[in-house]
């Protein structure tokens, strides 16, 4: 069964803190996605990697950055977390190269930013 | 450019009744379509996609989708709705190696 992780649930921060989002999925896929949910919005694409230590920006990278380590796991990071930050946050993976591969979700993480 | 537009946010539907969610996709180009479900408290998951073939998708759960290309929608129906059905429905649309989502339509199941 496929299986894509999130560090955490629930988790509430700062504002100014440095927040880390994890991913992990188990499924040997290149493609790893970070995508914010807010209502009335739907998902929208933060940041993307086709493989390790490559990453691309999606259509609201500002604020965030990601660091991708290792082909499993897929980071988001939140340099100085900011009240308008405060979102679910869902991390996807699929396979490289078909435009038609399913992309397979995290549960997501519910983050709060006082 | 592509794009996604889900026409309802919200149907509400009583159960065993039929259900149809609206979806319209503006694009240049062949397009491979999707349907993702979300129930509460959870990720997305694949409900069907349509790449090339049969215009007439059928997915999990009983749900099945049209693709109509002169009409550019992907409208997804069920013919008998259960409680277990609520969830947020997501209609998207590939762009190379990226999905585009629409907004989302909330599924409300009414006793």
């Known amino acids: 069964d496929v299986k894509v992780t999130q560090s955490s649930r629930y988790l509430v921060k700062r504002t100014g803190e440095k927040v880390f989002l994890e991913c992990v999925q188990d499924?040997?896929?290149?493609?790893m996605f970070w995508y914010r949910q807010d209502p009335g919005l739907g998902l929208r694409l933060i940041y993307f990697s086709y493989d390790v230590k490559m990453k691309e920006k999606g259509d609201i990278p500002e604020g965030y950055s990601v660091s991708r380590e290792k082909k499993e796991r897929f980071s988001l990071i939140l340099e100085s977390a900011s009240t308008n930050q405060t979102s679910m946050y869902l991390c996807?993976?699929?396979?490289?190269?078909?435009?038609?591969?399913?992309?397979?979700f995290g549960p997501g993480t519910r983050l709060l930013v006082l | 450019a592509q794009s996604v537009t889900q026409l309802d946010s919200q149907v509400p539907v009583f159960e065993e009744a039929p259900v149809e969610l609206r979806c319209n996709y503006s694009s240049s180009v062949s397009v491979y379509l999707f349907w993702y479900v979300q129930y509460p408290n959870q990720g997305l998951q694949l409900l069907l996609k349509y790449l090339s073939g049969s215009t007439l998708v059928k997915g999990i759960n009983g749900f099945e989708a049209e693709f109509n290309k002169s009409q550019t929608s992907f409208h997804l129906r069920k013919p008998s709705v259960h409680i277990s059905d609520t969830a947020e429905y997501f209609c998207a649309v590939s762009l190379e190696d990226k999905i585009i989502f629409g907004k989302g339509t909330r599924l409300h199941i009414l006793p």
């Open positions: 499924m040997d896929h290149e493609n």
């Open positions: 996807a993976s699929s396979f490289l190269g078909e435009e038609y591969e399913t992309q397979y």
